[in-house]
T-cell receptor, first 114, second 112 residues
């Protein structure tokens, strides 16, 4: 079955611009979460959505926002981009099961801010 | 605040040798994940460990969880070059089954 799909895969933006990243979870998965990966800070949790509701939010400024649609697809938005926002943004989806919910990651969106 | 520490952060080993990566975490959690990441790639799920004493094995990798000690180990047996990658452990936190706190990762290089 198809995995977690993220678009775009690569993008370059200028400081001050905004960007929207998209994530389509594995079919049937209703939990979608986002992570930022940088060499300096490692993997950091951004937010998690379940059934269109944000259930958890990481320690990021308000410039980072997200949403989830009724079909479980999710988007995250970063406004007023800063150089430090350059990172790999990973989306993950999960289906809860008694045997333990494997969390699957997409290929990521590589964002470069110049 | 949950903290996850991995050690070592860098590991260079020869093919055929055994080694263990350690993952300690600071607060109670009953679910721990191990992931592998190749350069420029995403995270590949290796193991999900659910309970105290859980042990899972896949090929040359074996993971275990001791929730009382707040410790997980990833044991590598008879390493081969294809195992070269960065390995992350991650722990659920914040009362959510889906919010992961990651360790900094262990960069494993297996030399011929």
């Amino acid at each position: 079955k198809a995995g977690v799909t993220q678009t775009p895969r690569y993008l370059i933006k200028t400081r001050g611009q905004q960007v929207t990243l998209s994530c389509s979870p594995i079919s049937g998965h209703r939990s979608v979460s986002w992570y930022q990966q940088t060499p300096g800070q490692g993997l950091q949790f951004l937010f998690e959505y379940f059934s269109e509701t944000q259930r958890n939010k990481g320690n990021f400024p308000g410039r980072f926002s997200g949403r989830q649609f009724s079909n479980s697809r999710s988007e995250m938005n970063v406004s007023t981009l800063e150089l430090g926002d350059s990172a790999l943004y990973l989306c993950a989806s999960s289906l809860y099961s008694v045997s333990g919910n494997t969390i699957y990651f997409g290929e990521g969106s590589w964002l470069t801010v110049v | 605040e949950l903290k996850v520490e991995q050690n070592p952060l860098f590991l260079s080993m020869q093919e055929g040798k055994n080694y263990t990566i350690y993952c300690n975490y600071s607060t109670t959690s009953d679910r721990l994940y191990w992931y592998r990441q190749d350069p420029g790639k995403s995270l590949e799920s290796l193991f999900v460990l659910l309970s105290n004493g859980a042990v899972k094995q896949e090929g040359r990798l074996m993971a275990s969880l001791d929730t009382k000690a707040r410790l997980s180990t990833l044991h590598i047996t008879a390493a081969v070059h294809d195992l070269s990658a960065t390995y992350f452990c991650a722990v659920v936190s914040g009362g959510s089954n889906y919010k992961l706190t990651f360790g900094k990762g262990t960069l494993l290089t297996v030399n011929p």
